[in-house]
Structures are given as C-alpha cells and as structure tokens.
C-alpha cells in the first residue's frame, strides 16, 4: 500500500452495523486484504478526523455452493477483510448517519 487513502476500500452498511453505530461507537469498514491495525488507525484518524480507541479486524471467507450435477464446490464471491473501529464518545462520522430529518 503507498498511501492512507488505499486502506479504506468501502464503509460497510447494514442493519448490525447501524446497531453498531448508535450503541456502541463502532463503524465497519472494508479495507485492503494488507492493511494493519494500525495502518486502519492511522487512515480513519486522517481521513475522518476523529479519535480511534479500538481497531478489531476479521478476514471474511468466500462464501461457496456446490454445483448440482457434479457435487463440485464453486466459489460465489470472493473473501474481504474487514475492519470493526470503536470511537472515542462523542466522535461520529458523517458518512454512516442516514438521513437526518
């Protein structure tokens, strides 16, 4: 990885992490199958301006079926690692808050 801006490859939205996000202080993130947990430190505090506690991360496996007629495994979708960041109190980033009315 050259830069901070190639860490983060795609926050990741959906119904455990908005729980995540309300509860806890905690955003999901995709990151680059190399990245550290510092690299995602570094990057999120950069980027977003914010206060990073805790950095958790877990590689996601291919997800697989098997073929009908042969029995043959096949891979679907490819693995990620993904990244779970905790937030100081107080610290939010703008891009998981949805629509405010």
Do not use: C
Request: hydrophobic share 40%; net charge positive.
């Amino acid at each position: 990885m050259t830069t901070i801006h190639d860490v983060l490859l795609r926050p990741l939205i959906t119904e455990k992490s908005n729980y995540q996000n309300a509860t806890l202080h905690q955003y999901a993130f995709e990151v680059a199958v190399g990245a550290t947990k510092t690299l995602v430190k570094d990057a999120i505090e950069t980027m977003f301006d914010v206060e990073v506690v805790r950095v958790n991360v877990i590689n996601a496996p291919a997800k697989r079926t098997r073929r009908w007629r042969s029995r043959r495994l096949m891979v679907r979708s490819s693995g990620y690692k993904k990244a779970i960041v905790t937030l100081a109190p107080g610290d939010t980033i703008e891009i998981f808050e949805g629509v405010k009315g």
